[in-house]
């Protein structure tokens, strides 16, 4: 049995780049409105909405496909499927701004370090994500 180290199969950049520049885009013209009205809040849920299921898909298949992996905490992981790298960058890149549009539409002087404690939320809960699948992996083997 051949055991060779899979192939990277990493989305090409400029997928990768267009997509964050079209998620870039919708953000910045969500976020422009922000006179509370409801549209803009629909809007912003709408954002939400698509970005935070990619989000958790990419990072659930990531978690999947690296079951029997080591995930690093600053390196590609070892087995990395393809569209996955895009699916995250889409994804953050919309639950960010959507998250945003709601935050700015619905709050007329919320302070900034609300939006700092919903992004420290995230970072620290895939963190954990990483966390509990490196040490699940390490009590199976």
């Known amino acids: 049995m051949d055991t060779q180290p899979q192939a990277q199969s990493i989305t090409p ?8 520049g079209f998620a870039g885009v919708v953000g910045a013209a969500v976020t422009y409105f922000r006179d509370g009205s409801t549209a803009a809040v ?4 709408i954002v939400l909405a698509i970005g935070l299921p990619l989000t958790v898909w990419s990072i659930l298949r990531m978690l999947r496909e690296n079951r029997e992996h080591r995930l690093h905490w600053w390196r ?7 569209n996955v790298d895009l699916a995250r960058a889409v994804g953050i890149t919309t639950t960010i701004f959507g998250a ?3 935050w700015l539409n619905t709050t007329g002087s919320a ?9 420290a939320i995230l970072i620290v809960l895939f963190g954990a994500t ?6 699940r992996l390490r009590r199976r083997t």
């Open 76 to 82: 590609t992981p070892p087995v990395n499927p393809r």
């Open 100 to 102: 945003l549009t709601i």
């Open 13 to 20: 950049a400029w997928k990768v780049f267009t997509a964050i």
């Open 42 to 45: 629909i809007a912003g849920m």
């Open 130 to 135: 990483v966390a509990v699948h490196n040490i």
């Open 111 to 119: 302070p900034w370090w609300l939006a700092a404690i919903f992004t």
